[in-house]
């Protein structure tokens, strides 16, 4: 298909590690990012990898990518209940980004 | 750096008036913004392409009579929303791409909600 897609929840407990899958669809998408929501505001760009990369790791962030698979994961280490937002997954795709359908992360105390 | 903005922040408006939202990249110039909508719970979906001096690229089902945009300026972007109805009511937001940048490499204004009653 066309769409980019990510499950809708996902709910951890602090301090925990949250995994947030994605599939997207185009192979030859140069750049794979990872962007943040929180209520009411715009997106916060967390991290992006290059395709030619199978793992980026920036602090508490890691991204996984499967290229054969089309998969893009995002993990975050230690999530705290600042981390609890709507995630984006999105791809390069001739001149524009193409978004996922977001994962909201619920973190409870 | 690389800080959009947007104004206003939210505004309610009668239904068959016109609104109009600014973008602005404060501190890069942006040779092409972009025109985002989302609604509740979901994606956000890009309505048009809008580059420094020449007419926006609107994508398909956007309706371009009803969702003006003008981008006179590297640094500012507006789109007007003409004889807004209800069904227009939606969060807009925008985003930039730096000049010397790729066009994936774009930075996001925190969005407008706009209330048509």
């Known amino acids: 298909g066309e769409d980019v897609e990510q499950s809708l929840f996902l709910s951890v407990r602090e301090g925990d590690s949250s995994v947030i899958n994605c599939t997207y669809t185009d192979s030859s998408s140069t750049y794979l990012y990872w962007y943040k929501q929180e209520p009411g505001a715009g997106l916060q760009l967390l991290t992006y990898?290059?395709?030619?990369?199978d793992m980026k790791q920036d602090q508490r962030l890691t991204v996984l990518l499967n290229k054969k698979d089309k998969h893009l994961s995002l993990r975050i280490a230690d999530t705290q209940t600042g981390d609890s937002a709507i995630y984006f997954c999105a791809e390069s795709r001739g001149g524009k980004l193409i978004f996922g359908q977001g994962t909201e992360l619920s973190v409870k105390p | 750096g690389a800080v959009v903005s947007q104004h206003p922040s939210w505004v309610i408006c009668k239904s068959g008036t016109s609104v109009k939202i600014e973008c602005r990249s404060l501190?890069?110039?942006?040779?092409?913004m972009f025109w985002y909508r989302q609604f509740p719970k979901q994606s956000l979906m890009l309505m048009a392409t809008?580059?420094?001096?020449?007419?926006?690229?609107?994508e398909q089902g956007v309706e371009k009579d009803k969702f003006l945009i003008n981008h006179a300026s590297l640094t500012l972007s507006t789109l007007t929303v003409t004889s807004a109805h209800p069904e227009d009511s939606s969060f807009y937001i925008c985003?930039?791409?730096?000049?010397?940048?790729?066009?994936?490499?774009?930075?996001f204004g925190p969005g407008t909600r706009l209330t048509v009653t």
């Open positions: 990898i290059f395709s030619n990369m």
């Open positions: 985003s930039a791409s730096p000049r010397d940048k790729s066009l994936y490499e774009q930075y």
């Open positions: 501190d890069f110039q942006a040779t092409t």
């Open positions: 809008s580059n420094e001096g020449s007419k926006a690229t609107y």
